[in-house]
């Protein structure tokens, strides 16, 4: 499914355990429309580990991907997530309990010890993060304060399903809202 006008930017944000990432590959994969997480974006993992990219790179990357007539974002709010946030025609914005989200860092912190490939979780970025996702409503919230014209196009959704529900119809995440 495309695009009216060939033309769809949908940005997925969400703290850490939200399920973003299970949400933008499935849209992703059901519409063919390129997912790129800014973890890719913002970190280099090629060592193993989670080391920032420069700013340089990072602004680079963000600039290609924007470029793209279709894509699919998603990620944590950073402030290098606004230029997506201005282009994209939706703003799908991932709610979960705090419990789930927690259940969900730990798995993960869990299964990162037995993979073979990727940066290993440590246990200090485990509790780092369970933190932040604790804070996160708090920022998120203070965020859109600032950035009221990002709220018409900016939808609370926990689940694929509601995507479809909340927008009216499962076609109406295809249209072009701009």
Same mark, same amino acid.
């Given at each position: 499914m495309s695009a !009216?006008? #060939?033309? &769809? !930017?949908?940005? %997925?944000?969400g703290p850490s355990g939200a399920g973003k990432t299970t949400l933008a590959r499935r849209l992703s994969r059901e519409t063919g429309i390129p997912h790129i997480p800014f973890d890719e974006i913002y970190w280099d993992m090629d060592s193993g580990d989670y080391l920032k990219r420069s700013n340089e790179l990072i602004d680079e990357a963000t600039? +290609? @991907? +924007? /470029? #793209? !007539?279709? $894509?699919? @974002?998603? #990620? /944590?709010?950073? !402030? +290098? &997530? &606004?230029? %997506?946030? +201005?282009?994209?025609? $939706?703003?799908l914005m991932i709610q979960t309990s705090l419990y789930v989200r927690v259940l969900r860092i730990l798995k993960r912190y869990v299964q990162s010890k037995f993979r073979v490939a990727g940066p290993v979780e440590t246990f200090s970025n485990t509790i780092e993060l369970i933190r932040f996702t604790s804070s996160y409503p708090a920022k998120l919230s203070g965020f859109f304060q600032s950035h009221p014209e990002l709220l018409e196009k900016t939808l609370t959704v926990s689940t694929y399903e509601d995507i479809a529900s909340r927008t009216g119809s499962r076609s109406a995440v295809f249209s072009d809202r701009r």
């Open positions: !009216k006008n #060939g033309n &769809l !930017k949908i940005c %997925f944000i600039e +290609r @991907v +924007r /470029s #793209g !007539k279709c $894509w699919i @974002v998603e #990620g /944590s709010y950073d !402030k +290098r &997530l &606004l230029p %997506f946030f +201005r282009d994209a025609n $939706w703003i």
